[in-house]
């Protein structure tokens, strides 16, 4: 059974950078994807970012491209995700999700936020 665990929330400014890790226990086959979402209070969980296919297929959301990056660390098992010039608008509980996908329908599952196992999330609070 594929268990995730999110770490490397904090406080930051705007402007700086966090780098947050999603812990992968559990054997993924190649089918699975990995995704980054965050819900701000009052709003609906986002999608982010994702990797699947065996990391062939990438994904991002318009609203973080070029400032968030995905990538994978085979040595420690993780997923991550570095945010770059980090706003305000920010602010979130991030959590990271993992699924068997097909990469044929991934985006309209990353919109919909359409997975079956999640992480606990981690706060990221960006403020001056």
């Known amino acids: 059974q594929v268990q995730l665990a999110e770490s490397g929330g904090g406080l930051v400014h705007p402007g700086d950078s966090l780098r947050l890790s999603c812990a992968v226990s559990?054997?993924?086959?190649?089918?699975?994807?990995i995704g980054w979402f965050r819900e701000a209070p009052g709003k609906w969980r986002e999608d982010l970012a994702c990797?699947?296919?065996?990391?062939?297929?990438?994904y991002y959301a318009d609203a973080i491209k070029g400032r968030f990056t995905i990538s994978t660390d085979y040595a420690k098992n993780t997923v991550d995700l570095q945010m770059n010039n980090l706003k305000p608008e920010d602010t979130a509980v991030y959590y990271c999700?993992?699924?068997?996908?097909?990469?044929?329908?991934?985006?309209?599952?990353?919109?919909?936020?359409?997975?079956?196992?999640w992480g606990q999330g981690t706060q990221v609070t960006v403020s001056s």
């Open positions: 990797l699947a296919n065996g990391g062939r297929t990438i």
């Open positions: 559990g054997w993924l086959s190649d089918d699975y994807a």
């Open positions: 999700a993992a699924d068997q996908i097909d990469p044929e329908v991934l985006s309209n599952r990353m919109r919909t936020a359409q997975f079956s196992t």
